[in-house]
């Protein structure tokens, strides 16, 4: 396909100059305004030798900074010797060619960044499918600015069919096809996948779902090893997960619900990665229940409280079923913080998922949230029904087992399992008593 003008898209090692354009209305401070792309590039492995903010209303439709600031990031460049210039703005395919063109310098947006760090911690085949597929969506748009044999187009003749259609446009097309033939077979792989998915979530139904979503970062990861004990990766850096990962959770006083770890969210997520990730964010889309995580001691919590809502939005999830899980209280001197966000968002519960605090009270709400709550029951059955006293050891809480006499080879149990379950309880030698529906109080109380 050519002699590319970088080497893909990786930017790990290279020293860069860190740009951002924002509107005065968004809310961003200079000193703050790009805090987060510094965390993307460090997690991608860049080196920063200088920044550069701009306010405007719109970015400039040519270069997207004004022509007075492309003057200053020109001399900026050239002083710090960067290797590479990031922009924590989409640039459009010509904006990002006039820049080149301007700069002498690679230019890498904030798309390009999010997807290295993506192809960077892909392991799965899913997620590498996902990952290459928005890749080629994004690149097939840009290939002029990849490849250099594009820069010497046209020669030879005037006029007729044709007329300036030199190799490197005949290259562009051959390329555009390639790219076409890889998108559809990707995509078609991955309905393979997203179809499969379905079919696993579906057969799940009679077992309470709960999905974590949250911004990147927001600590997720630590908060499924800290419920269920699974030995998840936990990373102090962006997008360390990729994958859906499903586990169990034993609720005390209610019995076992899947629980799953999903991609975490950001500000202006790419939507051709929204797209491509729409099969791994299956489980959120079906789950019973959300906890949408969140760093309390992030001064961004609430935008990033508002970005993770329109993803869930775009991915058509209901917000209706959320609670919101205010995260690392631990790390937050100003306690005034968390209260400013309890007052903007009622229905929350604070919790440190690294020291465990505020735990139990997360398991209590998501107890008295989930569909149907629990049920109070007599089971009686064979003092042989093994299989009825494992079950029940799994998806629900003995509260009391009595024998008729020391000779009956009957047993009466009361127990508390969820409603949902009630209609699943196995066993054919079996008799089911409903005592009452307990208060979500009198559960956990």
Request: hydrophobic content about 35%; charged content about 30%.
């Amino acid at each position: 396909m050519g002699d590319p003008k970088r080497d893909g898209l990786s930017v790990s090692s290279q020293k860069a100059v860190l740009v951002g354009v924002f509107r005065p209305d968004e809310g961003f401070t200079r000193e703050h305004a790009l805090d987060e792309l510094k965390g993307l590039v460090s997690t991608a492995g860049v080196h920063v030798v200088g920044e550069m903010v701009q306010f405007r209303e719109t970015p400039h439709p040519s270069v997207c900074i004004g022509r007075g600031k492309l003057d200053e990031l020109r001399q900026l460049v050239e002083s710090s010797e960067a290797e590479v210039v990031i922009f924590d703005n989409n640039l459009t395919p010509s904006q990002g060619r006039s820049l080149e063109q301007s700069l002498e310098k690679p230019i890498v947006d904030r798309s390009e960044v999010i997807l290295d760090i993506f192809a960077t911690h892909a392991r799965t085949h899913e997620s590498m499918l996902q990952v290459e597929l928005a890749q080629l969506m994004y690149f097939r748009t840009r290939l002029k600015r990849m490849w250099t044999h594009l820069e010497r187009l046209g020669g030879g003749g005037t006029g007729g069919l044709g007329a300036g259609r030199g190799p490197g446009e005949k290259q562009l097309e051959t390329d555009r096809r390639l790219i076409d033939k890889r998108i559809s077979d990707l995509r078609h792989r991955l309905r393979e996948v997203e179809s499969r998915r379905e079919r696993t979530v579906s057969l799940r139904r009679e077992q309470p779902t709960v999905s974590l979503v949250g911004y990147t970062n927001a600590g997720k990861s630590t908060l499924m090893r800290t419920l269920t004990g699974a030995d998840v990766l936990v990373a102090d850096q962006l997008f360390a997960t990729l994958d859906t990962r499903t586990r169990r959770w034993q609720i005390p006083g209610f019995g076992d619900v899947l629980l799953s770890d999903t991609v975490g969210f950001i500000r202006n997520l790419p939507h051709h990665l929204v797209a491509s990730f729409r099969s791994t964010l299956e489980e959120a889309r079906h789950a019973d229940l959300l906890l949408h995580i969140v760093d309390a001691s992030n001064p961004e919590a609430e935008r990033q409280i508002r970005a993770v809502y329109e993803v869930l939005e775009e991915i058509g999830v209901a917000c209706s079923q959320v609670i919101l899980v205010l995260n690392k209280v631990d790390r937050i001197a100003d306690k005034s913080m968390v209260d400013v966000l309890r007052r903007h968002y009622p229905d929350t519960v604070t919790i440190s998922a690294a020291t465990g605090d505020g735990i139990d009270r997360l398991a209590a709400i998501v107890a008295q949230r989930l569909p149907g709550g629990l049920a109070l029951v007599d089971l009686e059955t064979g003092t042989g029904n093994g299989r009825l006293f494992a079950w029940l050891a799994r998806h629900g809480e003995e509260l009391s087992r009595e024998y008729p006499d020391e000779s009956s080879s009957r047993v009466r149990i009361r127990c508390r399992i969820p409603e949902s379950f009630l209609r699943s309880i196995p066993g054919d030698d079996l008799i089911i008593s409903r005592v009452d529906q307990p208060s979500s109080e009198g559960a956990f109380a």
